[in-house]
């Protein structure tokens, strides 16, 4: 074997261990070179070691691009049993056996069929009712996907734009904000990697980034909420209880909240169906072209509710769904 090799192979190894431990940008820094040699040095790796030391640190570079070496640290010394526990937060009430929220799904803040002013009365209104918390359903940014003609729908364009925009609005709420991330939120995160949600929650003292698609709020000696996003389990059906119900039968019984919050498919729903009361939540956007185009409605408005309670069984729940008109717009 060469000298030439032998330093080669040291080469390699350097670089990939470099890359494992600091991630991409960190070892084209140190080694001053183009990110298409790192990827030779890559394929080198591969062709010395095999495919399953290849793939070991690949998957140790793509972690050390997403977090830190303290998050890391934290993920891997958690005790928590699962994702699942990530997306479960403990709501405490400013009363006893009664709940009392308000819900503004789909904003999709930076679309054109979202109005500025419907949105600010919404808060304003809600600010004015003493509620325990506010949640979020999901689509609160417009996002930016590829589809053709989708950025002459935007008043706020790119990631910047409409994360501040959401955080100068929501701010204006006064009570707890809980929220989840919408498929239209997620475009962020497939295209660049931001969690945009969180990054507004992160920025509003009051509001608290429960997850993606669906997490649950639970309540001491009481009810569990749960809030539901989702996407590729469709969008609207004829019958607008339909995917109301598909979706309560998707959750183990044991595993069921007692009342559900969702979002995506812009329908106003009210249905009890396997133990659970089922909000479908409206949406504070109005028709998009994309809708119109599908022929689906868009039920504008916003919902607001009490639900009295015995431990964990509701024995009454009012809510009203608010619409645009009711506000005088």
């Not at 080469?11 to 991409?24: K, L, Q």
């Not at 993606?212 to 009810?223: K, Q, S, V, W, Y």
């Not at 339909?242 to 309560?248: D, E, G, V």
């Amino acid at each position: 074997m060469s000298i030439k090799h032998v330093l080669s192979k040291e080469r390699i190894n350097e670089i990939t261990s470099s890359f494992a431990s600091y991630g991409t940008q960190e070892t084209l820094n140190i080694y001053g070179i183009q990110e298409e040699t790192l990827k030779r040095y890559l394929r080198k790796y591969r062709s010395l070691y095999g495919k399953e030391a290849y793939e070991n640190i690949i998957l140790a570079g793509k972690m050390r691009n997403k977090y830190s070496k303290k998050e890391i640290e934290r993920l891997v010394s958690d005790k928590s049993t699962g994702l699942s526990e990530i997306n479960i937060e403990t709501v405490r009430l400013k009363g006893n056996n009664s709940i009392k929220f308000a819900v503004l799904s789909d904003l999709h803040l930076g679309s054109i069929f979202t109005s500025d002013t419907f949105v600010r009365e919404a808060i304003e209104y809600i600010n004015n009712l003493d509620l325990d918390f506010v949640a979020l359903t999901g689509d609160i940014t417009e996002g930016m996907s590829n589809r053709e003609g989708h950025v002459y729908e935007l008043s706020h364009i790119g990631y910047a734009a409409q994360k501040e925009y959401a955080i100068s609005l929501l701010s204006q709420i006064k009570h707890k904000i809980f929220a989840i991330s919408g498929n239209h939120d997620l475009w962020y995160y497939k295209q660049m990697g931001a969690r945009v949600v969180k990054d507004i929650c992160d920025a509003i003292p009051n509001a608290t980034f429960l997850g993606e698609d669906f997490a649950t709020l639970r309540i001491p000696n009481g009810p569990d909420i749960g809030l539901w996003h989702g996407g590729s389990d469709g969008g609207g059906s004829y019958a607008r209880s339909y995917r109301m119900q598909k979706i309560i039968e998707s959750i183990d019984v044991e595993c069921r909240p007692q009342i559900l919050l969702t979002g995506h498919d812009h329908k106003y729903v009210s249905i009890y169906t396997g133990g659970v009361y089922g909000l479908g939540c409206g949406s504070m956007q109005s028709q998009s072209n994309w809708m119109k185009g599908k022929r689906l409605e868009a039920n504008t408005g916003f919902i607001t509710a009490t639900a009295n309670f015995e431990g964990d069984k509701i024995i009454q729940f009012n809510h009203t769904f608010m619409m645009p008109s009711f506000l005088g717009k």
